[in-house]
C-alpha cells in the first residue's frame, strides 16, 4: 500500500480534481474495510509541521520516514521544525494569537483547550480512529474534546514509570516492589539505609516534577472540585505532605535544585537507585557504547507507581495534541496527515522505533507486540490508559494550565518536603495560588 | 528624520506600548483581554511569589552590581598598566562577555550540578569537604551562585569600558599630581576617579538594567527554583505570560519593572553627570 506512487494517486483522484465529490483521500492509505474516512488535500497544498525535538532517535527518524510515505502517496509536502519541547508551546500561543505560522504543531498538555476557537474542527479524524483502533482512552479524549467536538488528534503521552535498579531494590530487601504507599515508603527508606538512595525532581522541573501530582491525588488530594472550585487546602492534602516529607528525607541531597535532566544524569551515574522517568534512561543506557551503561542497563527495571489509598492509579504524563490551526491554507491536507500517521502502518513502526517512549492513545495499540517482548517496556504500554489529566477532578482549560505552569503543586510538595514550610501552611499557600487562576 | 521615526515607532513604541496595555487587561494566550485597570497589579501586591521575585530582583541587582562595579574597576586599573601582551590579555578579558549567556550559563549548570559539580569533587578530591555542596538546591546558596554566574559574565563590560575611559584621561594631570606629591591613593581619589564618572555612570546604568532584566541565566540555571527563590520579575513574567497564558499578568509584571528601571536612569544621570565642573562651571 505504501507503495503508491504520486502518480498513481493522481489518476485515482483525477475525476474528482474539482474537489467538489468524495475522493481518494485517506481511502487509499486506508485499504480496510471498516475505512470511511474521505479527505482530500487541497490541490498543491504544502504543510508546515512543527513539533517537539525528540527525546530518542528512532522517534525522529521514522516520523520523518512515515512522513516522507505520506508526501509519495498525496504528493503534499511535508516540512517539519523541531524546537525543544517546552519551546513549543510559546511558540503555538504566539502562532493562536497572531493567527500566523505552522499548519500543524504538535504541542503539549491542555493546550489545544487554551484556544479551541483557532483551531479546526477534527471530530471526523478522531471518530474515524476512534472506531477503527478500538476507541479513544479517556485521557486522550480530555485532552483532545472541548465542547463536545475534537479540537486536536492525541499524538500519544510520554508516559513516566518507576525507573529502578533491581539489584538495589532486592538487595534493599524487596524482592516484589511494593504497589501501596506504605510498603512504597519503606522501600525508599530501606534504599536510603544501604546508601542507595532514590531521587526524585523537587524543582522547576517542567516533566519531571510530575510524580507530585501522583503524590498528591493518591492521597485522595486534589487541586479542584468537580466544579472548578480550589480545594486543594484540606486534609488529604496536607496527608500527602506529611508523607512527603518522610518521602524526602530519604531522596539524595541536592532534589530541590533537580530540574528535568538532573534525575537522568544521577541515575545513569548510578548515584540513585530509583527515580520516576519516561523510557529515555533505559534508550540511553541501551543504546549507550559505554560498557558500564551496558552493564547498568541490565539492572534497570520498570515498575508502576503504588496505587493510591482508594486503590487506584492516577498519574500525570507528559500528552502531545497535535492541532491544525484555522489560518491553514490546507486543513484537509493536514487532516489527512495526521490521519495517516496515527494509521497502525505507520504508528506502531513509529512506537517501536521509539522504543515506547510515546505511549499511544489508541486501545487497539495495547497488543503491540514489541511491548511484551521485552518486559521492561511493559510498564510504559499502560501510562495513558491509567493517566489522570492535570485539570482533575474539574476541566482543563486556562486555569489549570496557569496553575501547572506556575508549579503550584511541585511547590507545594517542595516546601512541605523541605521543611521551609509546615504541611498545612504549604497547603494554604497553594490554596490561594490556585484560587487566582480558577477564579475566572 | 521620518524614517528614524518611523522604526522608533515600529519597534520600540509599538511593543511597549502594547506590552503596557496588556498589564492593564486580562488577557490569555489566543484570547483577547478585557481592560481591568489596575486589578493586576492589585493582586501581584498581594502575591507571595511576585513579592519574592521582586526580593530577589533587587537584592541580585545590587550585590552583583557592587562587585561587577568593584571587580571591574579593579580589572580596568590592573589592564591600564603597561603589562606584557597587554593587547592579548585585554582580549581574553573579554572572554565571558562573548560567549553567549546561554552557553555560559550551561557550564555554570555543570558547575553547580549536585551530582557532578567540580567544584564539590575538587573539594572532596582535597579532603576539605565530605559531602557535595548543595550550589542550587537552598535557597540563599542559590541566589548566590547565581549573582556569582552573573558577576563572571558581567565584569568585562564594566572592565573594558572603565578601561576605555582611564585612556582618555590624559597623563599629564598624573605629571602634575605627582609633582604636587599626591599618593597613589590621592591621585586616584582626585584624578582618576572623579574624571572617569561619566563613563562609571554610563556603565553602571547599563550593567544595573541588563542585571535587572537578566533572564537565561536564571532560566538556565534554575527555572526560578528552588522554591522561588531565584525567580526575577522576567523569569517569573515569563513563566506567568508564557507557559502559564496568563498575558495580562506577566505583562503587568514587566511593566512593574519600568519604575525600577527609570529611577536607576535618573539616579545615575542626576547623581553623577551633573556635578558642575561637568558642565564647564566652578566646583562647588
Known sequence: MSDIKRRDFLKATAGVAAGTALGGGTALFAPAAEAQLKITPEKGAKLRVLRWKRFVQGDEDTWAANTKKFTQVTGVDVRIDAEGWEDVRPKAAVAANVGSGPDIIISTMEDAHQYPDKLV???????????????????????????????????GAAGATLVGRESMIKGAGFDQFPRDMGGFLKLCQALKAKGTPPGFALGNATGDSNWTFWLLWAHGGKMVDAKNNVVINSPETVAALEYAKQLYDTFIPGTLSW?????????????????????????????????????????????????????????????????????????????????????????????????????????AYESSAFWTADPKKTPYRDCMKNMTNNGYAGTLGYASAAAQADFIIPNMVAEAASGSKTPKEAAERAQKRAERYYKL | MLPGAALLLIFLTYPLGLGTYLGFTDAKVGRAGQWVGLENFEYLWGDAVTRLALFNTLFYTLVASVFKFALGLWLALLLNKHIPFKAAIRAVVLLPFIVPTALSAIAFWWIYDSQFSIISWALTKLGLIH??????????????????????????????????????????????????????????????????TPIIAVVMTFSVLMTFTDFQLIYVLTRGGPLNSTHLMATLSFQRAISGGSLGEGAAIATAMVPFLITVILLSYFGLQRRAWQQGAADK
Open chain 1, 259 to 363: 530540574l528535568d535532566p538532573n534525575n537522568n544524569k544521577a541515575f545513569l551515574d548510578g548515584q540513585i537507585a530509583l527515580t520516576n522517568n519516561g523510557i529515555s534512561v533505559y534508550y540511553a543506557a541501551k543504546t549507550s557504547t559505554d560498557p558500564k551503561l551496558l552493564e547498568l542497563e541490565k539492572d534497570i527495571q520498570h515498575y508502576p507507581f503504588p496505587l493510591g489509598l482508594d486503590g487506584k492509579s492516577r498519574e500525570l504524563n507528559l500528552v502531545f495534541p497535535m492541532m491544525i490551526f484555522k489560518y491553514s491554507k490546507f486543513p484537509n491536507a493536514a487532516k489527512a496527515y495526521l490521519a495517516f500517521m496515527m494509521e497502525r502502518e505507520q504508528y506502531v513502526p513509529w512506537q517501536e522505533a521509539s522504543i515506547g517512549y510515546v505511549c499511544h492513545p489508541l486501545a
Open chain 2, 131 to 196: 559531602g557535595y555542596i548543595d550550589f542550587l538546591g537552598q535557597p540563599w546558596a542559590a541566589r548566590f551562585s547565581t549573582i556569582a554566574a552573573n558577576i563572571w559574565r558581567g565584569v568585562p563590560f564594566v572592565a573594558i569600558t572603565l578601561l576605555a575611559g582611564l585612556q582618555t584621561i590624559s597623563p599629564s594631570y598624573y605629571e602634575a599630581a605627582s609633582l604636587d606629591g599626591a599618593s597613589p591613593w590621592q591621585q586616584f581619589r582626585h584624578v582618576t576617579f572623579p574624571l572617569l
Open chain 1, 121 to 155: 474542527d477534527v471530530s471526523d479524524v478522531a471518530n474515524y480512529l476512534g472506531n477503527k483502533y478500538g476507541g479513544w482512552y479517556q485521557a486522550a479524549k480530555d485532552y483532545g474534546m472541548h465542547d463536545n467536538k475534537w479540537v486536536a488528534i492525541m499524538m
